[in-house]
Every structure is written in C-alpha cells, then in structure tokens.
C-alpha cells in the first residue's frame, strides 16, 4: 500500500467517523428523550463529542499526509497528534459535564422509561460502534496514524459506556445515575491517556527501546562501519528523526566516506517509524 493510498484511505475514515458520529448523536438523543435515562443522555453526550473529535482527525490528516514546502520543510507530522491532544482536552471537558450531571442524578433520580425502541437505539449504536472500532483497529495497525490509534480507543470506549447505559436504563433509579457516572469517568480517563500519548509525540519524546536498537544494528552493519556512537533519535510528530555517530578509518578518501555515509543514512532511513537520519562521520 503507497502513501496516497494510506492518506486517501484515513481521510475517508475520518470522514466516515463525522457522518456515523451524527448518526449515533441521533439515535441517542432521540433514546435519552424517549426513555429519560441520565446514563443515555451521557451516552448522547459522549457522542457529540465524537462529532467533535472526529472532525479535527479528519481535518488533521487532511493537514497531515501534506507534503514537505518552504515552511515545513519536515513536511506536516504533528498535525495527527495535535488533533490527539485535542482530543484529550474535549474529553475532559465532556466528561467533566457529564460527571456533574450524573451526580445531579444520583442524588436526585428521575423517573426512567424502559422503553423498547430506546433499547433497540442504543443496540444499534453498539453494532455501529464496535464496527467502527475494529476498522480504525486494523487501519491504526497497518498505519500506525495517531489519530486512528485514538479514533480505535474512541469507539472501543463508546462500545463499552453504551453497555454501562443499558444498565441504566435498565435498572433505573440510583443504577442509571452510577452508571452515567462510571461514564464521565470512562470519558475522562481516556481523554487523559490519549493526550498522554500524543503528548509524547509533540515532545520529542524518544523512541521505544527496540527501534533504538534497530538504528544502530542497521548502521553497524554497513561495510566499513567500524563503530556507531552518540545515537539521539526523537518523534517529530509520529515519525522519527536520528543522529548518530559513525566511525570510519581514517585513511578512506572523503568520497568513499561521503559514500560510506550515504548508506549509513539509508540503512537507518529504512527502519520502520525513521523519517530521517543525519550522520555525522568521525575518522579513526
């Protein structure tokens, strides 16, 4: 699969994510007003935010698979982890509010209509949801994409608030405002560890131990490479950026080393998650 390939197909994603959020948003509405649930209505609300988020990721990778120009001359790569540190930050905001509704709930519950058609909303909610969740799995697999990576935890959490707003719906009373609760916190929590995350990538943060490894077996393994030292690699946004150290002897023409070098840059450049390497040749 190329790279327009991969672009196209995560911009399509992400424009599915917006048209089946409104969707859901919906369904869920139209249940929490018919059954009077506080757990549906946080479902809905949880939702909404889907909306939200899945219109920046969308925006996001549009910005994203952008190619390197003037004023990015790395090209665009945090533009998909940025969109997952928003992410984080409605989440909170969403979640906050549903946690102060829910307690409202819980020490003031509301009659709950168990209704059938409610029921049979949020069901398919569920279905839509869980469908969701294993398309953005195995694309944030293939891709490793941020921002899919947080559309997957997105749905998968959403399967599971769902089910919790069953529960209320179902036993009513004191259950549905502890189950409209337990999803605030679910949304809160997972805003937390997808910003987390993506934090990282904004960072420069390192990369995991085993890439590291990867680098310098691959240039270690270059003819002529005697010695690999001074090794820093960093995210810029979800690819990585190397510089290292090689040794080389002492007595080589600048051509065969500039050679030497340029294969080095390669070796490293062909690690998986590696956008670009920067060698720096020492004589020994």
């Not at 909306?51 to 790569?77: C, K, N, Q, W």
Request: aromatic share 6%.
């Amino acid at each position: 699969m190329t790279k327009d390939t991969i672009g196209r197909e995560k911009q399509l994603m992400g424009a599915a994510g917006v048209a089946l959020s409104l969707f859901l948003f919906g369904l869920k509405g139209w249940a929490a007003l018919r059954s009077g649930s506080a757990a549906i209505l946080s479902d809905a609300l949880n939702a909404f935010l889907d909306v939200l988020t899945y219109s920046v990721a969308y925006i996001s990778m549009r910005v994203h698979e952008r190619h390197p120009d003037e004023d990015h001359p790395f090209g665009h790569r945090r533009a998909e982890p940025l969109a997952g540190l928003l992410f984080a930050v409605f989440a909170s905001a969403l979640g906050a509010t549903v946690l102060r509704d829910a307690l409202r709930s819980l020490l003031a519950p509301g009659p709950v209509q168990h209704d059938p058609l409610s029921v049979g909303l949020v069901l398919a909610g569920i279905a839509t949801k869980g469908a969701m969740a294993v398309w953005y799995f195995r694309a944030a697999t293939q891709t490793k994409s941020p921002a899919l990576r947080a559309s997957f935890v997105d749905s998968r959490n959403d399967v599971l608030a769902s089910f919790l707003a069953l529960l209320g719906l179902w036993a009513g009373g004191r259950v549905d405002g502890i189950a409209a609760l337990a999803i605030g916190a679910w949304i809160v929590v997972s805003g937390i560890r997808v910003g987390l995350e993506n934090v990282a990538y904004l960072m420069g943060q390192a990369p995991p131990a085993h890439v590291q490894a990867e680098i310098v077996a691959a240039a270690r393994a270059v003819p002529g490479v005697r010695g690999v030292h001074d090794v820093r690699a960093h995210f810029v946004g979800d690819l990585v950026h190397v510089q290292l150290h090689v040794e080389l002897d002492k007595d080589l023409s600048l051509l065969q080393a500039h050679a030497i070098g340029d294969q080095v840059r390669q070796a490293v450049e062909a690690v998986e998650l590696v956008q670009k390497a920067f060698i720096h040749l020492d004589p020994v």
